[in-house]
Nanobody, 127 residues
């Protein structure tokens, strides 16, 4: 049974940093594709960042490029999202998603491409 569990969320002041972690079980990251999505109250789910296992290709939403960094640690079957210079508009529930397929660049922030989802971690940016 595949399970994704997010951790590392919390409350942080504007300008601060947080690191989210996604732990996968029942599933080897290998050549898979992993992404982070987020959803704020009253807004649609947004693709934040993705990483492809085969070549570690990454992609970022324009709203987070230069502030967020996605990485993976295959030995631990974990994916991270380092979030710096956080803004109040980054407040949302952040979800980890995975698929065994190696997605192309143009598809990897499309939520329809992912088969497995975590339950989410709340990130609140507020003073």
């Amino acid at each position: 049974q595949v399970q994704l569990v997010e951790s590392g969320g919390g409350l942080v002041q504007p300008g601060g940093s947080l690191r989210l972690a996604c732990t996968a079980s029942g599933f080897t990251l290998g050549s898979s594709s992993i992404a982070w999505f987020r959803q704020a109250p009253g807004k649609e789910r947004e693709g934040v960042s993705c990483i492809r296992g085969s070549d570690r290709m990454t992609r970022y939403a324009n709203s987070v490029r230069g502030r967020f960094t996605i990485s993976r640690e295959s030995a631990k079957n974990m994916v991270y999202l380092q979030m710096n210079s956080l803004k109040p508009e980054d407040t949302a529930v952040y979800y980890c998603a995975a698929t065994r397929r190696s997605l192309i660049f143009s598809s990897c922030l499309n939520s329809d491409e992912y088969d497995y989802w975590g339950r989410g971690a709340q990130v609140t940016v507020s003073s």
